[in-house]
């Protein structure tokens, strides 16, 4: 008669949780203790299992295929026979440490950080968004390695089951950039011996309420040239960086500043025809007057248009040879009124 294997069973086969790396494999596996062996015999047992079907945290099933070996006190592997099982592992979470770099960014009078670069110990190839509830500088004000509050981390994305967030409140550092403006100097003109009109500059980039302080100064001299307009003592916050644009200041002769005839010919030939002045820059446009009179004091001629003359005509009649007079009141380029009469000769 044959003799039969005899049939053992298993019980307490274990295998270890392990933590979440992404992988199929099982923890540990410890094997249980076998029922059914004669009297003392003995033997070994090894275990060995499947991977697990998905990498996810959870409960996991593996299929345990047991080999047996020889054993003690006559305990021989070839008479017994243990079947195979399918027992549960557990994968837990992974934890997770998250990081952050915050890019550089111009001053902007707030705390508001623009964006964030996350980094983590994550599976590379797991998919997780990162996400925060506020992140924000220590104060608005320029400066580099500045501390950065970042509160409220939390993750999301297909593997975001696989894993715990461990510091959901970190700190960090940026920088904050001085922000450009432009401060662009106005060109100035004084006449010959005159007091010097105020420096001034037009600026952007400024954000409410900061404000520029200081005052622009031109190079030393006081003879007829061009001088530069230099920034002297114009200054902003350490919120800010100056890109500073030079103008020019010229000191003129009186003799350049305005041109005034003394007669002209208007007999329609193309040259001197209207009894007009010359500006050469000195008078602003938009305050201007200039009136002509005859001897009698009779208004022949009125203007506010700083590039119209006077045809020699009142109401379309051409005026005899003689002296007329001539009236001006306007504004300088230093701002200063001014008022200048005098004769002119009209030549038929």
Do not use: C
Request: proline share 4%; net charge negative; glycine share 8%.
């Amino acid at each position: 008669a044959d003799i039969t294997f005899k049939m053992l069973t298993i019980i307490g086969t274990t295998i270890a949780p392990r933590v979440y790396d992404g992988t199929l494999t099982t923890g540990v596996i410890t094997p249980g203790s076998l029922i059914g062996l004669i009297g003392a015999e003995t033997l070994l047992v090894n275990a060995t299992g499947s991977n697990y079907a998905t990498k996810n945290v959870g409960s996991q099933a593996s299929n345990i295929s047991y080999t047996l070996s020889d054993g003690a006190n006559g305990g021989f592997a070839n008479n017994y026979s243990l079947a195979n099982e399918t027992i549960n592992g557990l994968i837990t979470p992974m934890p997770l440490t998250i990081t952050a770099t915050i890019p550089d960014k111009f001053y902007d009078a707030t705390t508001n950080v623009i964006s964030l670069n996350y980094a983590s110990n994550k599976i590379t190839s797991d998919n997780l968004i990162f996400a925060r509830t506020s992140a924000a500088y220590s104060d608005p004000n320029a400066g580099i390695n500045k501390q950065i509050n970042i509160n409220g981390l939390s993750i999301a994305g297909a593997d975001a089951a696989n894993y715990t967030v461990t510091n959901t409140n970190i700190t960090s550092t940026g920088n904050i950039l001085p922000k450009p403006i432009n401060v662009v100097a106005v060109a100035q003109q004084k006449l010959l011996g005159d007091v010097d009109p105020l420096l001034t500059y037009t600026s952007t980039g400024l954000i409410a309420p900061d404000v520029l302080t200081g005052s622009l100064v031109r190079d030393l001299g006081e003879t007829i040239g061009l001088y530069n307009i230099n920034i002297g003592t114009v200054t902003a916050t350490a919120n800010y960086s100056i890109n500073y644009t030079s103008a020019i200041f010229e000191i003129k002769s009186p003799a350049d500043a305005l041109t005034i005839p003394n007669a002209f010919t208007p007999n329609n030939d193309g040259h001197n025809d209207k009894f007009m002045f010359f500006n050469n820059g000195y008078v602003l446009s938009n305050n201007f007057a200039f009136k002509v009179f005859n001897r009698a004091g009779q208004l022949l001629f009125t203007t506010i248009d700083i590039n119209e003359g006077w045809d020699g005509r009142y109401n379309g009649v051409l005026q005899d040879t003689g002296a007329y007079i001539w009236v001006m009141d306007f504004v300088n380029v230093n701002g200063t009124a001014e008022h200048q009469s005098g004769q002119v000769l009209l030549l038929n």
